[in-house]
């Protein structure tokens, strides 16, 4: 089939916004990304990257240095805009919807008979077409699908991302997609667009399904973890060997009971079941409660910190302890820290033992400003080995799994993922 797209604009040059982009633009697909950081756009007009993704590196100077992909903070026409930007909470765990609603109006006056617009951000249920209504708002000379269905001069849809940091370029072509179109005819021309790159099968379906079918995905995962969690602390308070009780179960044929940690990180496990709770509280009880179950688990890390450098004191005439967290991303071997729980973690023990506390993170260089005026340091695997009098293994990062670090005698390791004790 012909492609009836000349020109795509991306909205938001993060995680997900500038891997699409580079791989529409790797079909020959003229690509304009649009993001409000101008320092990523002036690294991506350079064909470098200002995130940290296998092979996204080698696409995007491609896409280029041929001419097909180009960076800029102000939006442009287009044939199809793709929004993926932020989709934060405010409050009591209330969708923040303020990236959304800046993009659409931002988009809205380049706007033209037979247009597409996409929004690819997680988002709770109804706001594809709270977009769409903004949108309408800004051009009443042109028909939404709200107003005029399959007649409408703009078509709009959901494609909710699915991809794991870290495999995201492969993942984009070979997942599936599902389209969630306001009408059928939205729905097609979505599918359309995905088809240039995308692999796998665009399955059909409209758009509170398809916002629904991306919370549901990550509710799934965030209720297995919670039962991994709740799991570990009640095995510490019976003493049990948690990692062992696993890999015992797990030789059950029908039980597949995930790995604990220090908690849920990332800017979609840990936000997105909130999507739901905030629409029906009264009705998503086991999803609200194991959310709060996972957001306590840094807490519960702490008190174990908290209880490690009081033992040490007390065998070392008072002393000081050393703390060093190893790792501070949501999820083992990215640069990610968003929504990380072993970020909090580190944050509030750097404030508690102020000048006591390192970091050891292998994927980034520096820490944010935001960890840095905690007093938190950033140093090496080496470094924090040797510095450690209280070790606190927070990620399961290659680095860290590949051997154990060599502790001095008396160092005292809280190990939330289990790769050392098992050795």
């Known amino acids: 089939m012909k492609n009836q797209f000349n020109t795509i604009s991306i909205i938001g040059l993060g995680y997900i916004g500038l891997p699409t982009a580079a791989v529409f633009a790797s079909r020959k697909v003229k690509v304009i990304g649009v993001d409000v950081n101008a320092r990523a756009v002036e690294i991506i007009n350079k064909g470098q990257i200002h995130i940290v993704e296998p092979e996204l590196d080698i696409v995007v100077h491609a896409a280029v240095t041929e001419g097909y992909l180009r960076a800029t903070t102000t939006p442009e026409p287009a044939e199809a805009f793709l929004i993926a930007v932020p989709t934060p909470f405010k409050g009591d765990h209330e969708p923040d919807l303020a990236y959304i609603e800046s993009a659409s109006k931002a988009i809205a006056p380049l706007l033209k008979k037979g247009d597409l617009v996409i929004l690819e951000s997680t988002s709770p249920v109804g706001a594809t077409e709270q977009m769409a209504e903004w949108m309408a708002a800004s051009r009443p000379d042109l028909s939404f699908p709200q107003q005029a269905g399959e007649a409408s001069d703009i078509r709009v849809a959901h494609c909710p991302e699915r ?45 509170r399904t398809a916002e629904m079918c991306k919370l549901t995905e990550n509710s799934f995962r965030d209720v297995n973890i919670a039962f991994a969690n709740e799991l570990s602390m009640i095995c510490d308070k019976l003493d049990i060997n948690v990692w062992e009780l696993i890999k015992l179960a797990n030789r059950h044929p029908r039980v597949n009971v995930l790995q604990p940690g220090p908690g849920v990180g990332g800017h979609c496990i840990a936000v997105d079941p909130w999507f739901i709770v905030s629409k029906t509280p009264d009705e998503a009880k086991l999803i609200g409660t194991a959310r709060r179950v996972n957001d306590s688990k840094p807490h519960w890390v702490l008190a174990k910190v908290d209880q490690a450098v009081q033992a040490f004191a007390a065998q070392n005439d008072g002393k000081a302890a050393r703390i060093v ?17 072993s970020v909090d973690i580190a944050a509030h023990l750097a404030k508690q033992y102020r000048g006591q506390v390192l970091a050891v993170e292998p994927n980034i260089e520096e820490l944010p400003s935001s ?53």
């Open 163 to 207: 991809v794991l940091p870290g495999h995201v370029i492969r993942e984009l072509v070979e997942n599936d997609r599902v389209i969630g179109g306001m009408t059928a005819k939205c729905s097609e021309q979505a599918a359309a667009l995905y088809k240039i790159f995308v692999e796998g099968e665009c399955v059909i379906t409209n758009a």
């Open 371 to 423: 960890l840095a005026e905690t007093g938190l340091t950033l140093a090496s695997l080496y470094e924090g080995a040797a510095a450690a009098d209280v070790a606190v293994l927070l990620v399961d990062h290659r680095e860290f799994k590949d051997a154990t670090p060599d502790f001095a005698g008396g160092t005292f390791v809280i190990d939330t993922k289990g790769i050392w004790k098992q050795k």
């Open 325 to 341: 967290c190893f790792g501070m991303a949501f999820k083992p071997d990215i640069d990610d820290l968003r929504e990380s729980p």
